[in-house]
């Protein structure tokens, strides 16, 4: 936890927040979340989890069913969005088709009373800030997608809003632009000290932007906190899974002592792993770990786990390679290794992990999207 | 390969092959609309009864100057096609063309005919002048010449109240008989009007059908969509019913005790612009639904997160967008509007009729095809700029 928000300071808190549609399960269920000033916080989760619901109702376009939605310590409830002083980027940029580049920079302004050289300063320095200098007199259907978005995101900073939202900015552009984009998004963040709320499906993006991310899953939050906690340390299996890669192992607890226990997996192998959470014997359990912790060759350093197995498939990744190999009972477990591998399919391998990057989680006890 | 002269041979066949599948339309257009329509507005700004009649006198007199009266020559040959022109039974057209211009031309020319047939002299204009004194009168001349064809401009000035005089000049016609000049205003204003109301009555309509969610919408298109499957001559009669005095809005105001007599919704303007607004009002629903059914609605969404409240949202982000729309519904109501002739003849008074009304008449009671050509091409005129200016206004606002 880089920047743990203290009570009582918050900069905008989610206080018990729930949104429910037309009697239907809740988009968003017992919302507890803080965000300190100057924080890069993203909510990450798949489609329907409630992340945009939650961001939607801060901007003010959508009214919780209960809890309460606070910005520098005052109820936002009951403030139309346009008294809100949040600047959103929407996924579709969501530019005046109508207006040139300039006109839409300089629209929140206007609506302000801000006019004449006063606005045409602000406007241009908005403008340098996103690298668009010059391109104030083209009309958004003149822009690409990159562009659009630095116009959008040019709008939305130039009127100084108390913290700004962003959803799922970047989704519409291809992969190298998005990264390009993160870089930009980032600097600027840190140079003007912004709050930023920021939405996307896209773990890689969350871990690279954020100071915490909040995962959400179900309309529930699963977790909140920095890249590092939620990659190294995730609290239950949903987690583990939706940030970065994971190898799932089913099996039942057979042994417990204290910080490790002992797992049995299908074909009666037997692997150490890190408990999360209380676990028991005979409690059923999924067993996580990362590709990059799996190790290959006969010739381990003393692991914990070490398994002989056998390739089902080898993927090669330019400055990677990942190997899929099938344990005897027939479980899959995908590595990464940076090492050129030489193996044919059905090939055998040895390969294991240590018991501390192996977590056990409890099955069922949080929802799989 | 595109050099290839097989390869281009065979693109050549491809670009040709859309305008084979829709040249029996394209003929079908040219032969049943276009050639006619042409064919018809023409007669407006030709004469072509008197030089049919009257071929060589026709001849002798686009010759003259128009000044005092034609060489004396033109008498014999004028004599000798008048008796020709009785026996062929073409007499008639060129007698009603000449009483377009001068009433009592037809009389004239009859009672020439009968002293002609009869053996008068005719050599000189002295033995015309014996016959019929009018054959002495300048003006008679000149009205003749005027009508020797083959372009004419008689007909277009007619129809705003103007005409040439004897000696070239444009002139009013007398007040009693300026009645195209008022027709062709009012036509103007009532579609103007029309065209408003529309607007007004069907801007939020449209707005309510591109922001409903489509379970509440389409029933609602529905709705909108009604009226084009009755007639409009049903949908006239049906305001009759409603609007007359005895009619069921009056019955029902007179029966609440709101008045006592009841009030004049019908045969007069009011009952015209009730009417047409209503038979036209999809006209500019519907283009305007498609246009703001393609604003976005996280434009608005945009607009307030960036501090508009909603009046300044509706008019810095969504009217502008919705002009197009606007612009486009309201030519199409205006344009019909201009040629609406049924409901002002059901619904209005005798001060409410509208220029399509003459043009009827001209054209089935007293077959002056002419002016009916004539009233039509000063329609056209404005619909032409119209149309102009919707391309010049969907050009400068991006939809």
């Not at chain 1, 993006?205 to 190294?232: C, H, M, N, W």
């Not at chain 2, 073409?90 to 037809?106: C, E, F, K, P, Q």
């Not at chain 2, 409410?352 to 008449?361: K, N």
Request: net charge neutral; proline share 7%; glycine share 10%.
């Amino acid at each position: 936890m880089s920047l743990p928000p203290q009570t009582g300071t918050a900069f905008v808190e989610f206080a018990g927040v729930e949104k429910v549609y037309d009697g239907g399960a809740p988009a968003v269920a017992g919302l507890d979340l803080e965000i300190a000033e100057g924080e890069f916080v993203t909510l990450l989760g798949p489609s329907g989890s409630g992340k945009t619901t939650t961001l939607m109702m801060l901007a003010g376009f959508e009214a919780p069913s209960a809890g309460d939605i606070r910005l520098q310590g005052r109820s936002l409830a009951g403030k139309p969005p346009h008294r809100r002083n949040m600047g959103v980027v929407f996924q579709n940029y969501a530019l005046f088709p109508h207006m040139n580049v300039e006109r839409n920079v300089a629209f929140p302004l206007g609506v302000r009373g801000i006019r004449g050289a006063q606005a045409k300063a602000k406007v241009e320095e908005a403008l340098a800030l996103v690298d668009l200098d010059g391109l104030g007199a083209r009309r958004p259907d003149q822009l690409s997608g990159g562009q659009r978005q630095r116009v959008a995101l040019a709008r939305a900073l130039v009127f100084e809003p108390d913290i700004v939202l962003m959803d799922e900015p970047l989704g519409a552009l291809d992969r190298q632009l998005r990264e390009r984009l993160q870089v930009e998004i980032k600097r600027i963040q840190r140079r003007l000290g912004l709050t930023i709320l920021y939405v996307t499906h896209d773990q890689a993006e969350a871990l690279t932007l954020s100071d915490r991310i909040a995962v959400f899953a179900g309309g529930r939050l699963q977790q909140v906190g920095s890249p590092k906690a939620i990659y190294e340390h995730p609290r239950n299996a949903f987690v583990a899974g939706f940030v970065g890669e994971n190898n799932g192992l089913r099996g039942i607890v057979t042994r417990r002592n204290g910080s490790s226990c002992e797992i049995r997996i299908a074909g009666d192998l037997v692997l150490q792993a890190t408990p999360v959470g209380p676990l028991a014997p005979g409690d059923a359990v999924t067993a996580t770990i990362r590709p990059e912790h799996v190790r290959l060759g006969p010739d381990l350093a003393a692991p914990c786990n070490l398994f002989s197995a056998r390739v089902d498939d080898v993927a090669y990744h330019g400055d990677h390679s990942r190997v899929r190999a099938l344990l005897p009972g027939g479980a899959a477990v995908t590595l990464r290794s940076e090492e050129r591998i030489e193996l044919g399919a059905s090939e055998p391998l040895t390969i294991g992990w240590c018991a501390e990057a192996c977590l056990a989680f409890a099955d069922g006890a949080e929802p799989r999207p | 390969m595109p050099g290839s002269p097989t390869e281009r041979a065979g693109a050549a066949r491809r670009d040709w092959w859309p305008f084979a599948l829709v040249a029996p339309l394209i003929l079908f257009l040219a032969a049943g609309f276009l050639i006619p329509v042409l064919m018809m507005l023409s007669r407006g700004v030709t004469d072509h009864e008197l030089a049919s009649a009257w071929p060589e006198t026709a001849q002798a007199l686009r010759g003259w100057d128009g000044a005092g009266l034609p060489d004396e020559t033109v008498v014999p040959i004028l004599a000798a096609e008048i008796v020709g022109a009785r026996k062929a039974g073409h007499l008639n057209l060129v007698a009603n063309r000449l009483n377009y211009d001068r009433v009592g031309s037809r009389s004239l020319v009859y009672r020439t005919a009968d002293a002609l047939e009869g053996g008068a002299p005719a050599r000189s204009f002295a033995d015309l002048a014996r016959i019929d004194p009018r054959w002495s009168e300048a003006g008679q001349w000149a009205s003749m010449r005027q009508a020797a064809g083959p372009l004419t401009s008689f007909y277009l000035l007619a129809s705003l109240d103007r005409r040439l005089s004897p000696q070239g000049a444009v002139e009013r016609v007398e007040a009693e008989q300026a009645v195209f000049v008022d027709i062709l205003l009012r036509t103007f204003k009532i579609s103007a009007v029309v065209a408003l109301l529309c607007a007004l009555l069907g801007y939020p309509v449209a707005y309510l059908l591109a922001t409903l969610p489509p379970r509440l919408a389409n029933p609602l298109l529905i709705l909108v969509l009604l009226p084009f499957w009755t007639s409009a001559l049903v949908r006239t009669t049906a305001w009759v019913v409603l609007l007359q005095s005895e009619g069921v809005l009056n019955g029902f105001l007179i029966g609440a005790g709101l008045i006592e007599a009841p009030l004049p919704l019908i045969y007069n303007r009011l009952g015209v612009y009730i009417a047409m607004t209503h038979v036209l009002l999809p006209f500019l629903v519907l283009p305007l639904y498609g246009v703001m059914k393609g604003i976005s609605p996280v434009e608005m969404r945009a607009a307030s997160s960036l501090g508009a409240g909603p009046v300044a949202a509706f008019l810095k982000i969504y009217l502008p967008q919705t002009l197009p729309g606007l612009a486009a519904g309201m030519i199409i109501v205006f344009t019909l509007a201009l040629g609406y002739y049924i409901t002002p003849a059901l619904v209005g008074g005798g001060a409410d009729q509208m220029v399509s009304g003459s043009i009827a008449f001209y054209t089935n009671q007293t077959l002056n095809w002419g002016m009916a050509a004539a009233l039509s091409l000063l329609l056209l005129l404005p619909l032409g700029l119209m149309l102009f200016a919707g391309r010049y206004l969907a050009r400068t606002v991006p939809a």
